[in-house]
């Protein structure tokens, strides 16, 4: 009985997970063109066109949702933890649902950064639009 919690557990895991993943897939005709965090130094130390302040706040646009994306999957794994009755250790429990707590606080920290970000390219660009 309690294998068969388990194994529930990890096949509604999966299921939220690739729900979760489906629904923030963009289709590839809305997707704008997306930099590397490698490739993004050059534009940062360069950019003075209103194009290339838009390409850096895609960047951090994107980085922002797939961010929110990261943290919804570890609200689903908090969910599934604590709805897992099998886990034999307590202390393990709350260590994982501990951990994913972090992360979810942590990626949506990062993705109001990421926002914050992009809103000041967003700026920068309209600004190089005036001149």
């Known amino acids: 009985m309690k294998r068969m919690f388990a194994v529930l557990s990890v ?8 729900v979760a993943a489906l629904a923030q897939a963009p ?6 063109e ?4 490698q490739q993004l130094n ?6 003075k066109t209103p194009a290339e302040h838009q390409r850096i706040a895609n960047f951090y646009e994107a980085s ?14 908090i969910v599934a933890y604590k709805s897992n009755t099998s886990m034999s250790n ?6 994982t649902i501990g951990h994913c707590e972090y992360f979810v606080k942590s990626l949506n920290e990062l993705s109001v950064k990421s926002d914050e ?6 700026d920068m660009a309209e ?4 001149k």
């Open 34 to 37: 997306q930099i590397s965090k």
């Open 64 to 77: 922002a949702k797939d961010y929110r994306a990261q943290a919804q999957e570890h609200e689903a794994m």
């Open 117 to 122: 970000l992009a809103k000041l390219h967003k």
């Open 11 to 18: 096949v509604s895991l999966t299921l939220v997970m690739t």
């Open 27 to 32: 289709s590839s005709k809305d997707k704008p």
């Open 127 to 130: 600004e190089a639009a005036k």
């Open 90 to 95: 307590d202390k393990n429990r709350a260590g």
């Open 42 to 47: 050059t534009p940062i130390s360069t950019a």
